[in-house]
């Protein structure tokens, strides 16, 4: 059985998540997601449209997901991998090198992004439609 | 083994689209869904964020979905019914009464909808969002 794990806010669920999440799950058996909360978020800057129990619900029920748990911190990653018994770290290649130290406790695999797909874009489209409608 | 059914649009999948499904399938054995299409939007005067082919392919990810087909006319569910001999036409009670005339063909219940949730209200969020910050 392998194991493969990934990390991601999955605000506005989008293709590029289930195809990043299909791909994941596809390296392996049994696919891990940790959902980044709405307080890591907010240490990372960022600000989500859907709250934190509404993305880690739709991650869970996507078809190739089989555990979700929190992202709470940068430094979970490593008692993650050990605590899952991870073989494959996953990740979208904007993050690529980023991750290249967890080699030491599994596989790092760099998936490349689904092309002109990214939450950011989208709340951009969104923002341009309602103003063109108002 | 019961047949279920339900249309929309999922645009934005977010997790009253997630809820709606998942009390839709616990109605039954099989859930088919279909997910309008962008011509049949364009009828209705909708316009999506997410093309069709993304919106349909995060339904059919979706563990409570068994099977997903095109919307493309206000007239196909009484054919749709008979052809996947639907038990249960399912819909949000945003259309209370509405379908009352499909009764004829099998029963037609309508669900409350998880409250403060709706694509509309998510997109006037993400354009006050992005103004605020832009």
Redesign the interface.
Known sequence: MKNVMTYGTFD????GH?RL??RAKALGDHLTVAVSTDDFNAVKGK?C??PF??RA??VA????VDRVIPERNWEQKVDDIKKFNIDVFVIGDDWQGKFDHLREYCEVVYLPRTSNISTTE??????K???RRS
Do not use: G, P
Request: charged share 30%; proline share 0%; no cysteine.
């Open positions: 506005l669920f989008h293709y289930l999440l299909e600000k449209t859907y129990e509404h619900r739709i029920a996507i078809r190739y989208i709340k951009q489209n969104v923002h439609e309602v103003k």
